[in-house]
């Protein structure tokens, strides 16, 4: 068998010096390239993102099995080969982030889930035409996330619906919210293909629930309509939301209390 030999090309530098103190999603972070690959950065900064690919050097590489984040108590340990855990036989982590500006060998990024000092093996411009890929789905799509805090679904599905509309507004938030309701209350996941939504007239909102709920036009999932009212339909089951909020911090609103946000529809079947 071949040897494989790698090369550490950097280091992370983050504010987190355990993987405790690492937020959920990332936080700002840098990456430092050693001198002798400085060269390989030539133009780097003409992408709006990259992926670092790091050696989670703190990884126990004995684990071929773990239970998912936010599983049941009961849920059976999965293979790690179908999980994003730190905890594999080559413990290799991959963060896609926007890449925020350049300072020589100095690289900063708008998040990493990395902590300080961990090995940096490669970096890659993130492609959208090969890497991004709508139409998957991942079990934790497709059901409602009972076992993970409220406060982390929330993020997720901002920060999720900010990837696809390109901007951290409002509009992530208050698509986040809906989602969660609706999941929450049908108990199903936000992409769940038997889930439909007719979209009013806001343009930012419409991208966010897109995101979220993984619909097309094309698939019969999304409907468009001039009016300021949002509804999602499951079987026979109808919700909807009055938006009463248009702008705002991301974070407060997915704090505040769902009323305040919306008049709600009571749900009718």
């Known amino acids: 068998m071949t040897e494989l030999t790698l090369r550490l090309v950097g280091r992370v530098h983050s504010p987190a010096r355990e993987r405790a103190a690492v937020a959920h999603g990332g936080i700002p972070a840098a990456v430092e390239v050693f001198e002798e690959y400085a060269a390989a950065l030539e133009a780097i900064e003409q992408n709006s993102h990259i992926i670092v690919l790091a050696w989670l050097h703190g990884a126990d590489r004995s684990q071929l099995q773990a239970r998912g984040r936010g599983a049941a108590p009961d849920a059976a340990p999965r293979g790690v080969f179908g999980l994003r855990s730190a905890d594999r036989p080559n413990p290799i982590g991959l963060t896609a982030t926007r890449l925020l500006r350049r300072d020589g060998r100095w690289l900063w990024v708008e998040r990493l889930d990395f902590v300080d000092g961990t090995p940096v093996i490669d970096i890659k411009r993130y492609s959208p035409g090969w890497d991004?890929?709508?139409?998957?789905?991942?079990?934790?799509?497709?059901?409602?996330?009972?076992?993970?805090?409220?406060?982390?679904?929330?993020?997720?599905?901002?920060?999720?619906?900010?990837?696809?509309?390109?901007?951290?507004?409002?509009?992530?938030?208050?698509?986040?919210?809906?989602?969660?309701?609706?999941?929450?209350?049908?108990?199903?996941?936000?992409?769940?293909?038997?889930?439909?939504?007719?979209?009013?007239?806001?343009?930012?909102?419409?991208?966010?629930v897109q995101a979220l709920a993984g619909a097309t036009l094309g698939s019969g999932r999304l409907l468009l309509t001039a009016g300021s009212l949002w509804r999602f339909h499951w079987r026979e089951r109808t919700l909807g939301f009055a938006p009463r909020v248009r702008g705002g911090d991301v974070d407060a609103l997915l704090r505040q209390p769902l009323e305040s946000l919306f008049d709600v529809e009571r749900e009718s079947r």
């Open 132 to 208: 991004a890929i709508f139409s998957a789905r991942t079990q934790r799509d497709l059901a409602f996330p009972a076992y993970w805090p409220r406060g982390d679904v929330l993020r997720d599905l901002a920060q999720e619906a900010a990837h696809f509309h390109g901007e951290r507004c409002a509009a992530v938030a208050l698509a986040a919210r809906m989602l969660y309701h609706v999941g929450e209350t049908w108990q199903i996941g936000a992409k769940d293909p038997a889930l439909r939504a007719t979209l009013g007239a806001d343009g930012c909102l419409r991208d966010a």
